[in-house]
Every structure is written in structure tokens, then in C-alpha cells.
RNA sequence: GCCAGCGUAGCUCAGUGGUAGAGCAGCGGUUUCGUAAACCGCUGGUCAAGAGUUCGACUCUCUUCGCUGGCUCCA
């Protein structure tokens, strides 16, 4: 984490007073208004109101506008410290402010700030006066629930962002605005990886032929780094009764992520959303030696899950999708190495990847949510949970810590990454599981001849295929390495005559599995370019009378950079080389 | 799921109550061209779906579906 710096905090007080002064518009214009809370964020502020009609777009010029007369006012923001009783009285009228006021210590003073006509309940700092508030844009309204819980009452939410000059404040629009060429629905699109059809389902992508090409790819990566690290690899069904599902604790802990079940001469059938249980059932296949441990078990298991619709978002957020995933059985004196073991897989990955803004987080559990979200064993929550912590303090490994973030059977690592447009997600994840062993009856017999339960490991350093290439298309911006890339050379005949000598280089590169396709469009040659650059393509080789004549061929990489003629055996090296190192560079 | 907004051709978007438009893409033709957009022509839409108001609805109202931005939730 980045330091603070006296500058931050300055802007923190700044963007915090906005939120203030956007509540004192709103004040004016909404009279009847009940205020909830408004702190600063990230690159801006918000405020939650209770109001008397839902806001629209068209209010947002108007609370600016408002906004702006009391900056120009320059109205100072006084601080007046009262007692909860005196609180009580002044916000009679705000049912928000009351329960928050209920909440706070008995004896402690409290502090409201005033500016003009507003007052409102707060802890500050503040600017000395509004005129301190220099550039800022009210950029979007939201519904949010009253404390984050949507149990709770829906207030309408009013985001701004707000910076010391204007020009910062251009440089962070512009940046939104650049943010949102690399979303990943876009480029999915322009450059055919995958689509949505309505017919066909919300969260259900479809892949096209050139996303086909990606996952086969990732999916290449994974059987051969697994395999060097002692995986064996699995096949399971899709969907299984519903008992299987009731042992592993997958109902009730997590049943409302399931699709309904179907049922069939009288029994029901659910189909998976995790590939765990049947995992399980491969272990259980047999009775376990200790000399059997770790074991490995690893598929790209098909996996669907009912999100919730608002919450789905394009790729990065589906109801069918394929995980990396795999389960490593193993004792406990094992755990250490085996989920470090984990980690430094990750690490592998995502070197490969180029993969370097992420941070680990050890997500753990929260004893409200012991037997509901949770299984309710609190022992055992903490003893792994330590033993987490333990490995990761063993390795150095960086990590930070959240409690109620935890899988239902125990805590996790989980690889937090930001998508183009800000919103974090999880990557990819190693979870530890003390509770399905037990809930399977899974067992091994240890060195003395005694059935142990064996620790379980989940671990999905790639994720899904579905986040996982959505994150790729942000990450690359479309132009992915050349192993990994759809199309992998682009053959530009400039003329018609020069179609027979380009099919026989088309064979030659194929003949050696490089993904590579003709362009015989009778276009000429310029525009056959610029195609190939708004697709990406690694490589573009242009063959005219010269190439022809000497017998090579001319090489133009995606950078723009050109390559002196060389034979296409040559050529053909290059590639193949560059696509077995799966390096990022293009030479 | 909740709040708000949006849904017009494959894509990007015009079109505010009087018979649906552009650019790109696609198709046909001319052109055979040297490192990011040649020229001419053509095709293409139940204006998301359904109901209502109206002499008349892409346009107004309601319902449903989908998408977008948040909230909640998550690989």
C-alpha cells in the first residue's frame, strides 16, 4: 500500500466538503431531503438521500449548478462540538442521522459542521470554506442500500469526482474515458472473442472462433505446467443428484447460486456449481494410503452458477464457465509446502502473463456468519485460518487481510485484479477446506494405520476461462502474445498473381500449427494492412513480385516495425520459437 | 434481486405523433495496387417483445425481456 502524503489527506478533506456542499444543494432544491452519509473516495465523493422523487440524470446539471453558487459564496464551514442529547434535538427530523448518532460512545462529545443553511453530523476535517472546493463534476446516480445491506431501505446515491485543478480534473476524465477502449465487452467484440446472444441467456457467453483459439491455448498452459508440477487430470459430469450435493454442504450453504433442480423419475438433479464434490468422489474411489498424498486432482471442469442478473458483467462475471481448477488431498504436516506450492504456481502464471498489478488477500471468515454462510465450527475456522497466515508469513509472502470474505467450507487466498473500468475482482484463488472432508467421509490410512481426514486445497490459479480471457483482453489490450493470439499470422498477397505462392506458405505455416490466414480479398494491399493492425495479428507477411522473384518474404510486426526480407523458412522458425517460449516479445 | 437510465440494420449512431436514415461491415462490379481506409452500385430493419391511448405510434402510457451505471453478491 502507498503511503499517504500530506497532499492525499489535503485532497481527502477537499473531496469530503464537496460531498457537504453537494448536500446543501440537494438540501435546497429537495427540502423534504433526509440525509444518510457522504464520505470521500477514491478520486471523488458521494452522498446517500432520502428523497422525495427518484433522482435522474437531468437533476445532476442542476445540483452542480447549485453547487457552484455556494462555492463562489465561499461560505466558511464552522465545527461546533455538542452532546449526543443536543444531537438528538437538532436532527429530530433525520431518522438516518439518529441511528447513527445512537450508535456512537454515551459520553463522547460530538461534532457537527455547518455551512450556510446545512448541518450535518460529522467527525471532519473540512475545508475552511467552500470556496476551497476547486474542480470537481457530479458524474453519476445510483440506487445503494442504507448501510451497504439490502435489507435495508434503497436511498439514491450521487457520485462526484473532485480534484485541485481543473486540469487534474480533465486528466482523470479523459482517463475514464481511455479506460473504456479497453473494456473488455468492447474488444470482444471488435475483435470476434466472444458474444452474447439474448436468446440464448444472460451470462452465457458463446465463443467465437478466435476466443475458441484463446482458451484451447490457456487450456495447453495449464495440462503442461500441471503436469511438470504432478497433477493428474480428471473428467467429471455436469451435474449429479442431489445428495452428493447435500454431503458437501453445497446445499443449503450455497444453494442460492444453484440453477433449480430437475428432476427425473423422482429424483433430482443439480448441476454443479463447483467441480469439488465429484472431485471428492474420485478420491473416495479407493481406499487412500498416506503414500498417495498430496494427490492432485485437476480438471477444466464446466461450472454454473445463478448470479444474481445485476450482477453479471460480460465476462468477468457469468453463469456458465470453466475453471482451472484442481483439489490436492493431502495431511496436514503437508499443508505448509503444499500451499506455498500453490502460490508459487500462481507466480508462474503469472510471469508468463506479464501479470504484475494484483495483491493477494486472505479472505476469513466472520463469526456472525457461523452456520449460515459459514460451517459453523469455530475452532476449526481459526486453527486454518492460522496455519494460512503461517505459510504465508513462512514464504514472504505479501498479503493483506479481510474478515467475511471466506468460501463456506474455510478461508481462501484469493488474487484480487481491477478491471479496465475499476471494478475488482478476483483472478484466481487457493482455498482451504476443513469441512467437506468430513461432510464426504473422506479418509486415508496414515503411517500407523489409522484412518486421518485429509486437508483439501482448491486452488484456481487461472480462474475461469471466462474472467480469465476477459482479464486478458484488458490486460493486452487486445494484443496478446503471439502464442496466445487467435490469428497468428496474416498472409497479404498484393495482387492476385502472388495468391498461389501464399498458399503455399498458408500450408507450410500450418503444417507447423501457427494460426495463420490469407487475406484475397481484391483489395489492395493498404487497406489489407490496416485489417490485420485493427485485429491485431502478430505478424503481417506481404508477398508482391519481389518476395516471389528472390523466393522470401516480407515481415511487418503488429509494433509497425518492419523485418528485412527473409526466407520463409526462416520466418517460420521465428515463429515457431516465439510461440513454443511463449514469450511476449514478437522477435 | 434492488434503484436509475437505455434498447432504431452485423457494428457505431441520426431520427419528438403523419409510410424508417447515414457511415462502416456484407454482396456485385471496376481496379491488381508495396506497409493503417481506391471507385461505382446493391442488399439489409415486425424501430427488443406484448398490450393500451390515438384517425394515425419508432415517438405517449403500462407490462415483460435484455443491456448500461451503481448497490448487494462473487471465480
Redesign the pocket.
Given at each position: 500500500m502507498v503511503n499517504r502524503t500530506v497532499e492525499d489527506e489535503k485532497l481527502e478533506t477537499m473531496r469530503h466538503s464537496a460531498s457537504h456542499i453537494m448536500a446543501e444543494a440537494v438540501q435546497s432544491i429537495f427540502p423534504g431531503a433526509k440525509f444518510a452519509i457522504g464520505p470521500a473516495i477514491e478520486n471523488g465523493f458521494y452522498y446517500d438521500f432520502d428523497l422525495p422523487r427518484?433522482?435522474?440524470?437531468d437533476d445532476l446539471p442542476v445540483i452542480e449548478a447549485k453547487m457552484g453558487e455556494i462555492i463562489a459564496s465561499n461560505t466558511p464551514f464552522i465545527r461546533e462540538e455538542i452532546t449526543r442529547e443536543e444531537a438528538r434535538q437538532l436532527f429530530a427530523a433525520q431518522p438516518y442521522k439518529l441511528e447513527l448518532i445512537n450508535e456512537l460512545p454515551e459520553n463522547e462529545k460530538l461534532s457537527v459542521y455547518r455551512q450556510g443553511s446545512f448541518l450535518d453530523l460529522c467527525r471532519g476535517p473540512h475545508v475552511k470554506a467552500s470556496g476551497e472546493v476547486k474542480a470537481f463534476k457530479l458524474?453519476?446516480?445510483?440506487?445503494?442500500?442504507w448501510r451497504?445491506?439490502?435489507h435495508q431501505p434503497?436511498l439514491?446515491?450521487i457520485?462526484g469526482v473532485a480534484f485541485d485543478t481543473r486540469e487534474a480534473l480533465e486528466e482523470h476524465l479523459a482517463r475514464l474515458e481511455e479506460a473504456k477502449n479497453r473494456?473488455h465487452?468492447?474488444l470482444g467484440?471488435?475483435l470476434e472473442i466472444f458474444i452474447?446472444d439474448?436468446e440464448v441467456?444472460?451470462?452465457l457467453p458463446l465463443w467465437l472462433p478466435n476466443g475458441g483459439a484463446m482458451i484451447e491455448e490457456i487450456e495447453r498452459l495449464a495440462k503442461d505446467v500441471e503436469f511438470e508440477h504432478g497433477y493428474v487430470r480428471v473428467k467429471t459430469p455436469h451435474l449429479a443428484k442431489e445428495d452428493l450435493f447435500k454431503h458437501s454442504g453445497h446445499l443449503p450453504y450455497y444453494a442460492?447460486?444453484m440453477y433449480p433442480p430437475m428432476e427425473l423419475e423422482g429424483v433430482r438433479y443439480y448441476i454443479k456449481p463447483m467441480n469439488c464434490p465429484l472431485h471428492h468422489k474420485i478420491f473416495a474411489s479407493k481406499t487412500r494410503s498416506y503414500r498417495d498424498l498430496p494427490l492432485r486432482i485437476a480438471e477444466y471442469g464446466t461450472c454454473y452458477?445463478y448470479?444474481?442478473?445485476?450482477?453479471?458483467?460480460?465476462l468477468?462475471?457469468?453463469?456458465s464457465?470453466q475453471?482451472n481448477d484442481s483439489h490436492i488431498y493431502c495431511s496436514e504436516k503437508q499443508f505448509d509446502q503444499e500451499f506455498v506450492g500453490v502460490i508459487s504456481l500462481y507466480l508462474e502464471y503469472f510471469k508468463i502473463f506479464g501479470i504484475k498489478e494484483y495483491y493477494m488477500r486472505l479472505?476469513t471468515h466472520h463469526p456472525n456468519g457461523l452456520g449460515k454462510?459459514y460451517v459453523n465450527n469455530p475452532e476449526l475456522w481459526l486453527k486454518t485460518e492460522a496455519m494460512v497466515r503461517q505459510a504465508m508469513n513462512n514464504h514472504n509472502v505479501p498479503y493483506y487481510e479481510v474478515a467475511?470474505?471466506a468460501?463456506f467450507y474455510g478461508p481462501?487466498i484469493?488474487?484480487q485484479i481491477k478491471s479496465a473500468?475499476?471494478?475488482?475482482?478476483?483472478?484466481?484463488?487457493n482455498?482451504v477446506d476443513f469441512a467437506q472432508a468430513e461432510r464426504c467421509d473422506l479418509k486415508f490410512v496414515n503411517e500407523k494405520g489409522e484412518e486421518e481426514r485429509p486437508l483439501i486445497i482448491h486452488r484456481?490459479p487461472l480462474?475461469?476461462h471466462?474472467?480469465f480471457v476477459g482479464f486478458l483482453l484488458e490486460h493486452y489490450a487486445g494484443a496478446f502474445p503471439v502464442w496466445l493470439a487467435p490469428v497468428q499470422v496474416t498472409i497479404i498477397?498484393?495482387?492476385?498473381?502472388h495468391l498461389e505462392y501464399a498458399g503455399r506458405l498458408e500450408s507450410d505455416l500450418r503444417s507447423r500449427d501457427i494460426r495463420v490466414k490469407i487475406d484475397a480479398?481484391?483489395?489492395?494491399?493498404?487497406?489489407k494492412?490496416?485489417q490485420a493492425?485493427?485485429e491485431k495479428v502478430p505478424y503481417?507477411v506481404?508477398?508482391?513480385?519481389?518476395?516471389?522473384e528472390a523466393g522470401t518474404v516480407?515481415?511487418?510486426l503488429?509494433s509497425?516495425e518492419?523485418l528485412p526480407p527473409q526466407s520463409s523458412d526462416a520466418f517460420i522458425e521465428t515463429v515457431s520459437r516465439i510461440i513454443a517460449s511463449r514469450s511476449q516479445d514478437l522477435k
Open positions: 427518484p433522482l435522474t440524470p458524474i453519476n446516480i445510483a440506487g445503494a442500500y451497504g445491506d439490502e434503497m439514491q446515491r457520485y473494456d465487452r468492447k467484440r471488435e452474447f439474448d441467456g444472460p451470462g442460492e447460486s452458477r448470479e444474481k442478473s445485476g450482477e453479471l458483467l460480460g468477468l462475471r457469468v453463469r464457465m475453471m479472505s454462510k467475511d470474505e468460501a481462501k484469493d488474487v473500468i475499476g471494478k475488482e475482482f478476483t483472478l484466481a484463488t482455498q484456481a480462474g475461469t471466462e474472467r498477397p498484393v495482387a492476385d498473381r480479398r481484391s483489395e489492395r494491399m493498404n487497406p494492412i490496416r493492425q485493427l503481417m506481404v508477398i508482391g513480385d519481389k518476395e516471389v516480407s515481415v511487418r503488429r509497425g518492419q
